[in-house]
């Protein structure tokens, strides 16, 4: 496949979010996403995340609670999923740092999550994500990201390209 | 001299049967390849994460996801901890912290070498990078409390929370 046509899709899958409420494309184009098998859906109050309980997402079986890392997964990926959406990225964002609070037990049961977005400038955005199961006042996780959002030319609309492989992201410094 | 391999060999097998007793780390595919105790006592975990498309988060330049990255970290912090203390407690992350320096970009196994460098009664701390293919991928700390109610404690309570 080739970057163009990627990009299309991802293009694609934002305005299908944005427009008509779809996050299911969207979803579906992240493999680790669908790995966690989760879902989204567009609230007044932003996007609201799901990540449906699995057997196979237990870390301490014999309580049973969601792995630590799963749920840090979960978290993380909606983080970048949200920022896509609002700010109409054309590469899912490149993850800075990640700093998660555990708060509570996080049992056998499906969890939800919510994030808070604050831009830091053109290229960097720093989200703010709290996850629950029973109730949202009572999160059972607090997370914070920084992203490198990719550099739009706002006067011509144009993405500054930052794709390529390998070589073309170790000549570039600031990542 | 023989005392010391015995436990050294039991530490061995208990990491590395440690899988059986964690789902998502047995579905990912995730092994302890190396277990050391440190003269103070504390352990040192590598556990390896094979590649597996599935786990990618950048589909545009098929990186695996950070997040799985994160798991890897957590699991073997985990087993660090577990491994270090002097009796059995109950273990549950407090803290995770991740500095991403590269991408995972090819399609070797990710590493992540995890150390507990200290743990009082109630409180680890250890640290972990992240390598594929002799390249650092990620840094972490994290910090572990032990036998609290706080935690992930196996009390009905707790769980039907």
């Known amino acids: ?175 | 001299m023989t005392q010391t391999a015995d436990s050294d060999d039991a530490l061995r097998r208990a990491a590395k049967s440690y899988r059986e007793y964690i789902p998502h780390v047995k579905a990912l595919g995730m092994t302890v390849s190396d277990v050391q105790r440190g003269e103070d006592g504390l352990v040192e975990i590598v556990m390896d994460l094979p590649y597996d498309e599935r786990l990618i988060g950048d589909p545009q330049h098929g990186f695996l996801s950070t997040g799985v990255m994160t798991t890897l970290v957590d699991s073997a912090a985990g087993l660090a901890v577990f491994c270090s203390q002097k009796q059995p407690q109950s273990i549950a992350t407090l803290d995770l912290r991740m500095d991403y320096l590269r991408p995972a970009r090819n399609r070797e196994k990710l590493s992540a070498r995890a150390t507990c460098y200290r743990m009082t009664g109630k409180i680890a701390f250890v640290r972990a990078d992240v390598i594929q293919d002799q390249q650092l991928l990620a840094r972490s700390v994290s910090v572990f409390m032990m036998g609290t109610r706080g935690g992930r404690r196996s009390t009905k309570a707790e769980a039907t929370q």
């Open chain 1, 1 to 175: 496949m080739s970057t163009e046509s990627r990009i299309a899709d991802l293009i694609n899958a934002v305005r299908l979010a944005r427009e008509a409420a779809d996050l299911g494309p969207l979803l579906s184009l992240v493999p680790y996403a669908a790995y966690l098998g989760m879902q989204a859906e567009p609230t007044d109050d932003g996007l609201l995340f799901h990540l449906p309980f699995r057997d196979d997402l237990v870390g301490n079986a014999s309580l049973p609670a969601l792995h630590g890392g799963a749920l840090a997964g979960f978290m993380e990926m909606a983080a970048l999923l949200a920022t896509t959406v609002a700010e109409r990225q054309q590469r899912i964002p490149k993850p800075v740092d990640f700093s998660l609070d555990y708060l509570r037990s996080a049992g056998p049961r499906d969890t939800h999550a919510r994030c808070k977005l604050v831009r830091h400038g053109r290229r960097v955005a720093m989200v703010q994500v709290s996850s629950w199961q029973q109730d949202e006042s009572t999160p059972v996780a607090v997370a914070r990201v920084h992203l490198l959002l990719e550099a739009v030319d706002t006067s011509s609309g144009d993405v500054d390209e930052i794709s390529g492989g390998a070589p073309g992201l170790e000549a570039r410094g600031e990542q």
